[in-house]
């Protein structure tokens, strides 16, 4: 009775935490190979992964494509007829250019389809070299490490033929089990093997969205090689160098699951070798070594992507993904090249807009220099994170600026109150005034630049009060009054422009504005910092 009970419990222990995961990973070591070789050719050619190229056809999306890639490219050539008649001296031809790109551009939008068939398909002779036949072997390796070896009732061969049947565990080998091994062995079991299988799901995730964008930079490929009339064959390049980088990607997660394979199997022999060390002691190991391989299965992966300026990591390459789709509108030129350059230049109109700019600047320059292999990964991801910092000490700074103008305000409007109050006293109605002077509140709500106009403004009723002055020898009251209401008014919007800045001083940056600078100084008798 009690052998029922216990029977029952290993049961519902065993089959959850181990069988489970375990089937769950023999599957899942099979979708790697069908997904990184099967999806990608019949989502590009329709071709099953035994089929013949006789049985490819081009996906319908790409062939409308190509047709609008067409009208695209007879637009762009148009366009380049038209810059002659703006051309400089030392420019090259652009119908000259647009001819020579013309050319090129046909041939690669002919030969596109071929072309990936053949790098498709000689990708896949790798993976399936790469793969072999043991790509459902992970599992049972694993299963194998659960054996204790110490155990002689059970044969190496009936703990196999358990593997074989499913890993189902037949009552019979579980009477043969020493006390607490069954305990030990959906435990331990169940931890190695659910551990294992997390990486191997995210793993898989990855895979996928690689494979999705291998197939978005194919079905945008027409707009690329239509807008290489007129960028001289740039954006083809950088084409070719991120589908490139997609499939090292697809085939970097195929090498880490080959690699993990072999370093499970090879490990598993030397942890057998030991045979002064307990059970929990080699369960402990098989643990530290199965788990900690299959996470760092994915390091592998980031360090062969790294070398094309890829990522395995499942959270970038979702980012990675949404990038891709917007930037690739720009990259294929027209309309959406246009609205790329709109968004920029709307982003540069504000504080933060400039800020965005300046982070997407930066972490675009760090991608590149990746790419080139000029830094590490781990200085792109510094860089990044720096990118990142940066901006939100920007916006911290905006928000900071924005209480203190806020704080302004409502000091200038208070100053008010009190001008315009008769039961104050003299004395404090003149501070206020003082302190008001030169301002109007519609200068807490001008832009920067408009605030320098307004300085501007100041600046041509003195400069003309001055001609006056030299002219005449003297000027009256009235004309001295407005004089200095203006110097007055130009110092007080300066405070305002620098306390827009964040408290940084805004220095000259033409000629004519640093002469300004210096007339002011003199009239004001100030010193910039």
């Known amino acids: 009775m009690w052998n029922w009970i216990t029977w029952g419990i290993f049961i519902l222990g065993y089959v959850p935490l181990v069988r489970l995961p375990l089937v769950f ?31 490819a056809t081009l996906p319908y999306l790409f062939i409308r494509l190509s047709i609008i890639s067409i009208l695209v490219f007879v637009i762009l050539f148009v366009i380049s007829l038209i810059r002659v008649h703006f051309q400089k001296e030392n420019e090259e031809n652009p119908i000259k250019i647009a001819m020579k790109n013309s050319l090129t551009g046909t041939v690669w939008l002919i030969s596109i389809p071929l072309i990936l068939f053949i790098a498709t398909t000689i990708f896949n002779i790798l993976l399936t070299l790469i793969s072999g036949d043991a790509s459902d072997s992970i599992s049972k390796t694993i299963f194998a490490s659960l054996r204790n070896h110490r155990n002689n009732d059970i044969s190496v061969s009936e703990w196999e033929k358990i593997a074989n049947n499913g890993f189902n565990f037949e009552r019979s080998t579980f009477n043969k089990l020493a006390n607490q091994e069954g305990l030990i062995l959906v435990l331990m079991g169940g931890l190695i093997s659910i551990s294992t299988l997390i990486p191997f799901l995210l793993g898989i995730l990855t895979l996928v969205q690689k494979i999705f964008q291998q197939f978005f930079l194919f079905i945008i490929s027409p707009f690329i090689a239509s807008a290489s009339v007129s960028d001289n064959g740039k954006r083809m390049k950088q084409f070719q160098e991120m589908y490139a980088a997609k499939s090292f990607a697809i085939i970097g997660i195929i090498i880490s699951l080959q690699l993990f394979g072999v370093f499970v199997s090879r490990a598993q022999g030397w942890v057998f070798g030991l ?25 592998i992966t980031n360090e062969i992507t790294a070398f094309v300026g890829e990522s395995a990591s499942v959270r970038e390459t979702l980012g990675e993904t949404k990038n891709l789709i917007s930037s690739t509108v720009a990259l294929s030129g027209g309309a959406g090249a246009i609205g790329a350059f709109a ?4 982003n540069s109109t504000t504080k933060k807009g400039r800020l965005r700019n300046k982070r997407n600047e930066e972490i675009k320059l760090a991608k590149q220099k990746l790419k080139k292999g000029h830094i590490t990964r781990s200085d792109y991801q510094n860089a990044t994170v720096g990118a990142q910092y940066s901006y939100k000490q920007g916006l911290n700074d905006i928000k900071t600026e924005k209480l203190a103008l806020k704080a302004a305000k409502q000091n200038f409007l208070d100053n008010e109150e009190i001008i315009n109050s008769n039961e104050l006293e003299s004395s404090e109605r003149l501070s206020a005034f003082k302190q008001n002077e030169g301002l109007s509140k519609k200068d807490f709500s001008r832009n920067e630049s408009s605030l320098i106009r307004q300085q501007n403004k100041a600046y041509k009723e003195v400069k003309k009060i001055n001609k006056l002055e030299k002219g005449t020898g003297q000027l009256s009251d009235e004309s001295e009054w407005l004089r200095s209401k203006n110097l007055t008014r130009i110092k007080k919007l300066q405070g305002l422009i620098d306390q827009k800045n964040s408290g940084k001083i805004t ?19 100030l010193k910039k910092k």
């Open 507 to 525: 220095k000259a940056t033409n000629k004519s504005k640093i002469q300004f600078d210096k007339e002011i100084q003199d009239q004001l008798g």
């Open 275 to 299: 045979n002064n060390i307990s059970i929990i002691v080699r369960f402990l190991l098989l643990f530290a070594i199965i788990t900690g391989g299959a996470v760092a299965s994915m390091g």
């Open 25 to 55: 990973l023999e599957g899942v070591s099979s979708i790697f190979q069908l997904l990184a070789i099967g999806l990608p050719q019949y989502l590009l050619f329709g071709i099953p992964i035994d089929g013949k190229f006789s049985d």
């Open 343 to 346: 968004k920029k230049a709307i």
